[in-house]
């Protein structure tokens, strides 16, 4: 059937128009490939076990089925690769991630919050030096040496650094190993050693804590407390066994160390030590 111009000019603009209306209907859906996130998604973790879902908004989201699956998927990545670092063997929490790019899809964290148990409480019992509450949220957790990301540090390594000695004596008592390092290489003695907590120190190292273990750069507790100016630190460490001999990989010693930031009481401590050893 041949058409006059007319009809089919008409039958032209018809197939446009119905060609532009799906278009601009598949277009206004959120790509399979690429997030406009970021996108909150709610998890638990049970064993090694992953299960996540879209909260909050993200879930009234009208997603495309693939890129729903593709979040979560990612979230589930995410998850079962910073939960085993936690020490927790079952938790809740939630974070926030955006997906960019194709499969393989590049994720972008903004945020990783585990909920429960809770580790925040369990730090901030520790800044109180609330024994009893310590306690009990220990035995929640079921691990003394649960660790807060991002830096991934565990209790004992925050009483050592913030001086709470009550809260350092309840968690070794209840195992906290105090050479677990944080994701700087940093351990609670090396926390210590840098806030210049003799009592601290001592109580680190008859719980087996490493005198010269290297930490953050290379540095020992020893090297750590000198360049502060330390000198109570520094005597605990010597009276422990600490080798002021040490040296950093670019050849620093805890004495030239004392020597470049001016700390002479310190200087003067390790010249004395030295010629013991």
């Known amino acids: 059937m041949i058409l006059d111009p007319w009809k089919r000019a008409v039958l032209c603009t018809l197939v446009a128009l119905v060609m532009a209306a ?67 063997s079952r938790a809740e ?29 369990i730090m901030a019992a520790v800044e109180r030096e609330d024994i009893r509450e310590l306690r ?40 906290a190993d105090p050479n677990i390092a944080d994701i700087n290489g940093s351990t609670a003695l090396s926390a210590a050693s840098m806030s210049g907590n003799a009592k601290t120190i001592q109580q680190l190292v008859h719980a087996g804590a490493g005198v010269n273990s290297p930490g953050p750069a290379g540095l020992t507790p020893m090297m750590l407390a000198a360049e502060k100016g330390h000198v109570e630190a520094v005597r605990a460490l010597l009276a422990a066994g600490a080798d002021p001999n040490l040296r950093t990989p670019s050849g620093e010693t805890a004495l030239t160390l004392a020597q470049k930031n001016g700390q002479e009481r310190v200087v003067k401590l390790l010249r004395e030590a030295r010629s013991l050893w």
Do not use: C
């Open 22 to 88: 799906a278009w601009l209907h598949w277009s206004d859906r959120p790509s399979p490939t690429v997030g406009n996130g970021p996108y909150t998604v709610e998890f638990v973790w049970d064993h090694g076990s992953t299960t996540a879902r879209l909260a909050g908004r993200s879930a009234k989201l009208h997603l495309d089925s693939s890129l729903r699956d593709l979040i979560l998927k990612e979230a589930e990545k995410v998850v079962a690769d910073q939960l085993p670092m936690t020490g927790f």
């Open 93 to 121: 929490g939630y974070l926030e991630l955006t997906v960019l790019g194709p499969t393989p899809a590049f994720v972008e964290i903004h945020k990783f919050q585990v909920t429960q148990p809770d580790i925040l409480q």
């Open 136 to 175: 009990r949220l220990i035995s929640l957790s079921q691990n003394v040496n649960v660790k807060q990301p991002p830096a991934w540090r565990t209790p004992l390594y925050t009483a050592a650094a913030g001086n709470h000695p009550k809260s350092v004596e309840v968690l070794v008592e209840l195992g």
